[in-house]
């Protein structure tokens, strides 16, 4: 396996197990674009690569299925699983926040959000965070104006606040661990500064390394620009590296994705044989 990977590959063994949150990102990166439903077989092949033991990850598919982000369909002894209808909307949002442009039309307001004591509260926690919103108080929530409220929270108190003054920027930097996101993003492209510096001087990947590089760029980038509100350029602090950050992914992800596909063209499987061909939204994909 290539040098750059292979090391990307150790670190993530230095971590604790995340193999469900790599599932979560083999679909909504790669299986959702090819009709949202694989083989069991598919993904046991692809974490092989990753040297993680197939028990573990027929343990976390199960976990995700009694948690309602995945269902399974049994055809002979084959398992097969797609994303249920709970993981759709937070899928949207999540692709959304990690392959498109950060918005460029911000109005200087903000969304927030008062949330009542009880079940709307804890069944909205998750969503919101998913969703781009901070939280600076209990049952309260911010969002630059315009981002999409989850259905979770439907029901809560909508107010609009300008940032513009000395309290509303007191607002968001206690809504956000913007610091903390700051040090995971120089940590994420300390990690794959080294592919891309190997990508570019030509070096080759296998068809199988390409998927795995693929699956992992996303899986770290993921998990840091999910908490990444994506706020408006003139309330970021000097030298923000979620610029270079998203810059470095790009780069990478279009030099992965041609090889990385044909894996799936040829390894892919889902109920009634290979996997259909990608989306266009593929092609689209950290543009602009």
């Known amino acids: 396996m290539a040098h750059p990977l292979s090391r990307i590959i150790d670190q993530l063994k230095r971590e604790p197990s995340r193999t469900g949150s790599i599932v979560i990102t083999v679909f909504g990166d790669a299986i959702v674009p090819r009709g949202g439903s694989v083989w069991l077989g598919t993904l046991l092949e692809f974490f092989e690569s990753l040297d993680i033991d197939a028990g573990v990850v027929r343990t976390a598919m199960s976990r995700l299925a009694a948690d309602g982000w995945l269902t399974r369909e049994k055809v002979g002894r084959n398992s097969f699983y797609c994303l249920a209808d709970k993981g759709r909307q937070t899928f949207e949002a999540a692709t959304r926040h990690i392959y498109d442009p950060p918005p460029s039309d911000w109005t200087g307001r903000f969304e927030l959000l008062l949330i009542g004591n009880g079940e709307d509260r804890d069944a909205s926690r998750e969503a ?145 044989g290979p996997l259909p061909p990608a989306r266009k939204l593929l092609e689209r994909r950290f543009g602009g």
């Open 128 to 272: 919101l965070r998913n969703a781009g919103f901070g939280s600076p108080l209990p049952g309260v929530w911010v969002a630059p104006s315009g981002v999409p409220v989850p259905d979770e929270a439907a029901g809560a108190i909508r107010l609009e606040v300008s940032a513009e003054d000395d309290s509303g920027r007191r607002l968001l930097s206690a809504s956000w661990p913007l610091d903390r996101t700051g040090d995971a993003y120089l940590k994420f492209m300390k990690t794959f500064e080294p592919l891309r510096a190997a990508l570019a001087r030509g070096t080759e990947l296998s068809e199988a390394e390409a998927f795995t590089a693929r699956i992992l760029l996303i899986h770290h980038y993921r998990r840091v620009v999910l908490r990444d509100p994506l706020l408006p350029e003139s309330l970021l602090p000097t030298n923000w590296p979620g610029r270079a950050a998203r810059e470095l992914c790009g780069e990478v992800y279009r030099a992965l994705l041609s090889s990385s596909e044909q894996w799936l063209d040829g390894h892919g499987t889902n109920e009634t």
